[in-house]
C-alpha cells in the first residue's frame, strides 16, 4: 500500500489471544473488514465472537495481538476511545436505563449541552429531543423521544439500542444478535438500515445464529470454533449446511431429535384466565397432557409471556382457574407454583433468570435450597455440591468450575445451567419461555434433546417460541395467540406455518 493509496482493510485484528480465569477464550484470533461490507462472524455459542468484539470495542484487553485501523496499529483502551475511532457496538444483552427517556438512552454520555446565564451548563432537552425525532424518523422508528425506555417492549429497546448506534455516524458498526427480539418487521427495517449504512462506506460485523439472516445480508463470512479462527468465505460460497458443518466439525443432520414422548391424560387445565391489566390477555382456555409439548405461537405483542407469567403467579390476574391433576389450585406468586412442581424458564436469561454475580454452582441451587436444610437453620453443603455436580454432568455444562461466575459462560451454557436449576426441583410441569433465544445451532440442538428427554420422562411442557421451525418441529400440539386471546389450537401433525401465521394474525 503506497501512502495515498486506500487501504483493502477498514480494520484487521491479528493474533488476538484473551485468557480468562481457567479457559482461554480467543487463540490466535483474526478478523478483516473491508470499508462498505457487511461482514458476519459466526460460530457456536462459546466460541469467542463476542469476546472478539469486545476486545475490539475496547471492553477486554487483548492479552496478545494488534489491531489496524485504516491501515495504521491502534490502541483501543476503552470504549470511549473506540466511539472516537468511529466504532459502534450493539450489545447482544442489552443494558438500557430504563427510567430515562429514548433520546436521554440514545445520547447517554454525549448529551447536547448549552449555558443557563450565559455561564451554567446543561443539557439541551430541546436539541436532544429534536434530534432524536429526526433520527428516528431516518430509520423508520416512530418511538416519542420523550417517552420512559422502560415502557417499551425487549424488541422496541433493541431498536433503540440500533439506532443510537447509528446516531454515532460510525465507520465500523458491531451488531451482536440484533434480530434475537425483533420482530419480522422490525427485521427488515433494520436490514434496510444496514443497506444504507452498506452505501455510505460502513463496515459492518454482524453476528447472529439466524443462518438464513447471514446469508441473505452478508458478504463475507468468518467462522470461529472453541476461540481459534476457522476461515474466511464469500457468502456466496457457503451454503446453512457448509456453515453448520464448519461452525461445529461435524455434521447437524437431525437438528430436531426423534421424540419417544406418547402424550397421556389432562395434568393441567387453564379456564377463563384474564389478566388485572386490561390490555393484556383475556379469557384464555387450554389444557395440557402428561408428557406433552405443547407449542405457544404468536407474534410480539401476542402476550404469551404475559399469560404464562399470569399463571406462574408473576403477574396478578382478575378472573379464571388453574386446575392441577383435577384439583383447582391458587397461584398467587411465584413460591406457590414452585410448591405444586411447576417450573417457569423466563425469556431474558440476563434480566430475569441468571444471577450474573453469582457462581454456576449458586445459580444450580438457588431454587432448591430449601430441601437441603439441617435442622432448619444451616445448609447441607456435600448435598448441594453433589446436587451441582449431577447437574453439570447431566446436561453437559461447559464451566471451567462449579465456581464459575455464570456471567462469564456463553449464552447456550447459560441456558443449560437454568434448566438445572428447575430440574433440581423436580418439576412436573416446565414453562419455557423462548428457550433457545440467542444460541447457536450446537446448543439449540443440545436443548431441544434434554427437552425431548424430559417429555418422555412424563413430564409436561409448554412451549412459547418465535421460531417457526421450533415450533413445527417440536410440538405435539401448537396454539396460537394474538393480541391477548387464543385463537386456536393446531395439532402439531396438522400445522403448518400458513395455518399458524393464519391464526396469529387473527386481529380484532
Not at 494488534?66 to 466511539?83: R, S
Request: overall charge neutral.
Amino acid at each position: 500500500m503506497t501512502e495515498n493509496s486506500t487501504p483493502e482493510y477498514r480494520l484487521e485484528m491479528r493474533g488476538v489471544v484473551k485468557t480468562f480465569p481457567g479457559v482461554k477464550a480467543l487463540d490466535n484470533a483474526q478478523l478483516k473488514l473491508r470499508p462498505g461490507a457487511v461482514h458476519a462472524l459466526v460460530g457456536e455459542n462459546g466460541a469467542g465472537k463476542s469476546t472478539l468484539m469486545k476486545c475490539m470495542f475496547g471492553i477486554y484487553k487483548m492479552d496478545a495481538g494488534e489491531i489496524y485501523y485504516d491501515g495504521k496499529p491502534v490502541q483501543i483502551t476503552d470504549p470511549l476511545n473506540a466511539l472516537k475511532l468511529g466504532i459502534a457496538m450493539v450489545h447482544q444483552e442489552l443494558q438500557p436505563i430504563p427510567e430515562r427517556s429514548v433520546a436521554e438512552n440514545i445520547y447517554v454520555g454525549r448529551y447536547p449541552m448549552k449555558k443557563a446565564l450565559g455561564f451554567i451548563p446543561m443539557v439541551d432537552h430541546g436539541k436532544m429531543n429534536g434530534d432524536t425525532a429526526a433520527l428516528l424518523k431516518s430509520v423508520s422508528m416512530s418511538f416519542d423521544p420523550k417517552q420512559k425506555l422502560g415502557a417499551l417492549s425487549v424488541s422496541q429497546m433493541q431498536s433503540v439500542e440500533i439506532a443510537k448506534a447509528v446516531s454515532a455516524d460510525c465507520r465500523v458498526l458491531i451488531l451482536d444478535e440484533p434480530t434475537s427480539s425483533l420482530t419480522t418487521h422490525e427485521v427488515e427495517s433494520l436490514f434496510k438500515i444496514i443497506m444504507d449504512l452498506k452505501s455510505k462506506g460502513v463496515s459492518i460485523v454482524y453476528i447472529s445464529h439466524k443462518m438464513d439472516e447471514i446469508l441473505r445480508i452478508s458478504d463475507e463470512v468468518t467462522i470461529m470454533r472453541d476461540g481459534q479462527y476457522i476461515g474466511t468465505w464469500p457468502s456466496t460460497e457457503l451454503t446453512i449446511n457448509t456453515i453448520i458443518t464448519r461452525m461445529v466439525g461435524r455434521e447437524l443432520a437431525q437438528i430436531y431429535p426423534k421424540r419417544r414422548n406418547l402424550p397421556g391424560e389432562t395434568v393441567f387445565e387453564v379456564n377463563g384466565f384474564t389478566s388485572a391489566n386490561p390490555r393484556s390477555f383475556k379469557d384464555v382456555s387450554f389444557t395440557l397432557r402428561k408428557g406433552e409439548i405443547l407449542g405457544v405461537g404468536g407474534l410480539v405483542g401476542a402476550q404469551r409471556t404475559e399469560l404464562m407469567e399470569g399463571i406462574f403467579g408473576i403477574r396478578s390476574h382478575a378472573s379464571g382457574s388453574v386446575f392441577y391433576n383435577g384439583e383447582e389450585i391458587r397461584i398467587n406468586r411465584p413460591q406457590d407454583a414452585i410448591r405444586k412442581h411447576i417450573a417457569l424458564l423466563t425469556e431474558d436469561r440476563r434480566a430475569t433468570g441468571i444471577f450474573g454475580v453469582l457462581s454456576v454452582a449458586d445459580n444450580v441451587s438457588v431454587a432448591s435450597l430449601d430441601q437441603y436444610l439441617q435442622f432448619r437453620v444451616m445448609l447441607n453443603d456435600k448435598k448441594i455440591a453433589a446436587l451441582v455436580r449431577d447437574n453439570i454432568n447431566r446436561l453437559s455444562i461447559k464451566t471451567p468450575s462449579n465456581k464459575t461466575l455464570i456471567q462469564s459462560l456463553s449464552g447456550g451454557n447459560q441456558q443449560k445451567v437454568l434448566f438445572s436449576r428447575w430440574l433440581a426441583n423436580d418439576p412436573e410441569i416446565l414453562i419455557l419461555d423462548e428457550p433457545t433465544r440467542g444460541i447457536d445451532v450446537g446448543a439449540k440442538s443440545e436443548i431441544y434433546n434434554i427437552i425431548a428427554e424430559l417429555a418422555a420422562q412424563d413430564k409436561s411442557i409448554i412451549m412459547i417460541s418465535s421460531e417457526m421451525g421450533e415450533l413445527l418441529g417440536m410440538s405435539d400440539r401448537i396454539m396460537v395467540m394474538c393480541e391477548g386471546r387464543l385463537t386456536g389450537i393446531v395439532e402439531g401433525t396438522d400445522a403448518t406455518q400458513e395455518r399458524i401465521m393464519e391464526l396469529a394474525t387473527q386481529f380484532m
